[in-house]
Structure formats: structure tokens, C-alpha cells
């Protein structure tokens, strides 16, 4: 993944708190590494795995946006620098998601995304690093603890590298476009099961992240009128397709129990999360990520 290097970064869509003091403290979320499913659970799950659900926990103390503008005003910035790539991968996510809205005849409302480190206050409670990237419809925010690339690899047995990292950003931000389309209502109670519809609601997550692959190269940047990222190859689209794999249900059960039991899926088996990152990068048509309907 190479990017624009005279694109021009907008650093306001992330907030930098690493590091900083966070009022009253988080608390401690349950089960940590030792049940790997609360991972990614969290995305749409939240109160109901152990995260505080008082919203209205202070938020950490400056945003560290300044920082970020200091240092990631370009896209020659995002090739050197993880910090500016997460950055500029953002930005590429939103301009896609903002376009297609408008073609649709919606309103796409911009989702920042807070770099956290170890842990957050956030509008679905006190959050720590130990459940992963996630997603939290309340106060419409991507959660990042920039550590759980490095787990990816040596937890999962990823391959990792830029476009696993940015597969990761895009699905979480499929969630919000899910929230915004009111798709997270169809959950209910259905939460477990290879056919579920939280396996349902991950898979197609999985799809709007393959969908925005497609278009990455073509979304022009609205300072420019360039794309931002200027070149993929089909080494990011592995790198990508490895991280869905890595972080599949069944992978995860078979490191962290032994055996695999379907039942107990919510996100999908690697490969149901290969297949539909997959269909979304291959007909770049959301239509195509209907995933409530019929078999997963």
C-alpha cells in the first residue's frame, strides 16, 4: 500500500490520548486474553461483556490531536510512520463511506478514532486494551490500541504488515455504517451460532471493509481530487485476507480451547471471513454484502 505522498492528511478524524491521565480510572474488563473471543466482541456487544456501562464516564484528559497534525500532515508522512498510516487509512475509509452516502441519497456523519493505550473511558463505559479494537455505536467512535497489530502476529499467527492493520480500521468502520443504517437493530438476541445474526452483522462488517479495498485507489481525496492511496497490491490483499483468517472463530477456539465449537461463534469462521472481505473486494457493490440473507 503506497499512498499520495502530496496528499494532505486530515488529522482531526483521530484523537491521540496514549499516555494520558484518564479521570477516576478505567476499570478492568473481564476476561482478557484468556477467553479470546472478547477480542473483537466488544464491536457491537460492549455493556454486555464486561464494560462499564455508566456513558457518562469522563473522557481521558486532551486528544492529542495536535500532535498528530505536527507530524502527519501528508501522505509521505503515512508511508514512513504507523501513526500517519492509521491516519490516512482513516481518511480513505470516510471519504469512500461520505461519497457512496451521498449517491445513495444519505448523510454519512464522520466517526473519529481514538489511539488509546492500556486503557479508555468511552461512551459504552470503561474500556481496556485487553478487548481489542472495537467499535461503540453511543458515542459513534473507533477504539485503537495500536499494540493489537503486534498481537495480531504473535497471538494469532498473522502475517500482519500495513494492510492487515488498515483491514482492521475498515471493518471497524463497517460497523458504523452498519449504525448508521440501523443495521445493528436486526441483532437482537441472536448473538451465537455460525448462522447467528452477530455472525451475520461481522461478516458483512468483513464485506464493507472488502468493498472499501476496491475503491481505495479510485476515492479521490477531497483536497486533491487524487486517491489517497495511490497503489495496492495483491500482497495487501493477502496481508488482508491472512488478518480476516487469524481472527476467525475457529482459529480462535482451537489456540484458546483445543476444539472448535460453532455454537459459540459470533464472528464467523476464518473462512466465512475470508469469503466475504473477498465478495466486497471483488465486486466493490455493497449490495453484494447482504450477508442476513440466506446461508453465511
Known amino acids: 500500500m503506497r499512498f499520495d505522498e502530496n496528499a494532505q492528511l486530515d488529522t482531526s478524524q483521530v484523537q491521540d490520548v496514549r499516555g494520558r491521565r484518564i479521570p477516576g480510572g478505567a476499570k478492568t474488563i473481564g476476561g482478557g486474553l484468556g477467553t479470546l473471543l472478547l477480542l473483537l466482541l466488544v464491536t457491537f456487544l460492549g455493556p454486555k461483556l464486561g464494560i462499564s456501562s455508566d456513558a457518562t464516564n469522563p473522557p481521558v484528559e486532551g486528544d492529542g490531536s495536535s500532535e498528530l497534525a505536527q507530524k502527519c500532515s501528508t501522505g509521505a508522512e503515512a508511508n514512513r510512520s504507523e501513526d500517519c498510516r492509521i491516519v490516512a487509512v482513516v481518511n480513505s475509509v470516510q ?4 461519497n457512496q452516502f451521498n449517491r445513495s441519497g444519505l448523510e454519512y456523519r464522520t466517526a473519529d478514532t481514538q489511539l488509546f493505550s492500556d486503557a479508555t473511558n468511552t461512551g459504552c463505559g470503561s474500556a481496556t486494551s485487553a478487548v481489542g479494537p472495537f467499535y ?11 499494540s ?12 500482519g504488515g500495513p494492510f492487515a492493520q488498515a483491514y482492521v480500521v475498515a471493518h471497524e468502520y463497517g460497523h458504523h455504517v452498519q449504525n ?3 443495521t445493528m437493530d436486526r441483532v437482537g438476541g441472536d448473538r451465537e451460532g455460525p448462522q447467528s445474526a452477530s455472525v451475520r452483522l461481522e461478516l458483512q462488517a468483513d464485506c464493507f ?3 472499501w479495498a476496491n475503491h481505495a485507489t479510485t476515492t479521490p481525496d477531497p483536497e486533491t481530487g487524487r486517491p489517497l492511496i495511490a497503489e495496492l497490491t495483491q500482497a495487501d490483499i493477502r496481508q488482508a485476507l491472512d488478518a480476516a483468517a487469524a481472527v476467525g472463530d475457529d482459529r480462535i477456539q482451537e489456540a484458546t ?14 473462512e466465512q471471513r475470508e469469503k466475504w472481505f473477498s ?7 455493497p449490495n453484494a454484502c447482504d450477508t442476513f ?3 453465511v
Open 136 to 146: 461503540c455505536p453511543p458515542d459513534q467512535k473507533v477504539y485503537l490500541d495500536l
Open 148 to 159: 493489537f497489530f503486534d498481537e495480531l502476529e504473535s497471538r494469532f499467527g498473522a502475517e
Open 209 to 211: 471493509a472488502g468493498i
Open 279 to 285: 465478495t466486497g473486494f471483488q465486486t466493490g457493490d
Open 257 to 270: 480451547q483445543g476444539q472448535v465449537n460453532p455454537e459459540r461463534w459470533t464472528h464467523g469462521s476464518a
Open 95 to 98: 471519504d469512500y463511506w461520505s
Open 180 to 182: 448508521l443504517l440501523g
Open 293 to 295: 440473507s440466506g446461508s
